[in-house]
């Protein structure tokens, strides 16, 4: 049995999911990617998971843990790639679809609803460490990638002691300890970097700040949002300190 998401990563991941949606609805169309793209940060991040994929127009693409489709709308718009988005939480699953006229299917991680060797290629993007099982995770990726097949991951990896307070529900690996599960899982790393989650268009930057504040003026007093907003800021503090990194690799399917 998979256990679901506690209550922190429901508000953060689906509450505030149907937000977004709403926001980018009032604010239009070109906004969609950039409000979308919360786990995944940076466009130069995305450029390189994307390129390191080796895509091709007909390539099987699987966003695993999508979000509301940010990153797979970028793919889509930028690649010509139509992913498909598995996402847990139902808010998100609807904002893809609505959003990007993506196929979208309500799945954790650990059981995705696919057959085996169903993709060519599959990204994950700022989900392991929501998930506490995380070989089960790598386990189900490398199951539903044809051999050969390629796997985009953005994971925050912990390269020091975390300083509390800690977001609810995420476990950061170390390096050492990804490179290990990554392995276990049948995958072979090809290559690895660091992301910079600043390295996006002022426009995109803009727009993600215009989204918030549409989410603000409608839910600024919900507590809710203040609970996300918790979250996410916790992150971000262990980011700009130096203790979590944002880490981008590429394995194939042995
Ligand atoms: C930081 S967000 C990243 C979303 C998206 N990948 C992006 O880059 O914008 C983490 C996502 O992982 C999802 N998630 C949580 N538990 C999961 C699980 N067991 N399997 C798959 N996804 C999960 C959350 O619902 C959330 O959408």
């Not at 930028?78 to 498909?84: D, F, L, T, Y």
């Not at 506490?132 to 990726?141: H, I, M, N, V, Y």
């Not at 996300?228 to 981008?248: F, H, I, K, M, Y």
């Amino acid at each position: 049995m998979v256990e679901l998401p506690d209550e922190a990563m429901e508000v953060e991941f689906d509450t505030v999911a149907g937000w977004t949606e709403r926001a980018v609805r009032t604010l239009g169309p070109e906004y969609a990617v950039p409000a979308g793209c919360r786990g995944s940060g940076s466009e130069s991040a995305l450029r390189w998971l994307a390129d390191g994929l080796e895509l091709s127009a007909g390539s099987r693409m699987l966003d695993d843990g999508a979000g509301v489709g940010g990153p797979a709308g970028w793919l889509a718009a930028e690649r010509g790639v139509r992913a498909v988005c598995a996402e847990p939480m139902v808010g998100a699953v609807q904002a893809a679809r609505r959003l990007f006229h993506l196929p979208a299917v309500v799945a954790v991680g650990q059981e995705l609803p696919f057959a085996d060797g169903s993709f060519d290629a599959a990204w994950s993007l700022g989900v392991l460490c929501t998930i506490p099982d995380k070989a089960a995770a790598l386990a189900e990726l490398r199951r539903v990638l044809a051999p050969g097949g390629r796997a985009g991951l953005l994971v925050f990896v912990a390269v020091a002691p975390l300083t509390p307070p800690l977001p609810d529900g995420n476990e950061f690996p170390t390096e050492e300890e990804l490179a290990g599960l990554i392995a276990g899982a049948g995958l072979r790393l090809e290559r690895a970097g660091r992301a910079d989650l600043s390295a996006s268009p002022p426009e995109w930057l803009e727009r993600a700040a215009a989204v918030d504040a549409e989410i603000e003026r409608r839910h600024g007093s919900d507590e809710r949002w203040a609970l996300a907003q918790e979250q996410s800021g916790r992150v971000g503090r262990l980011l700009a300190d130096g203790e979590l990194v944002p880490w981008l690799g590429i394995a194939t399917a042995r």
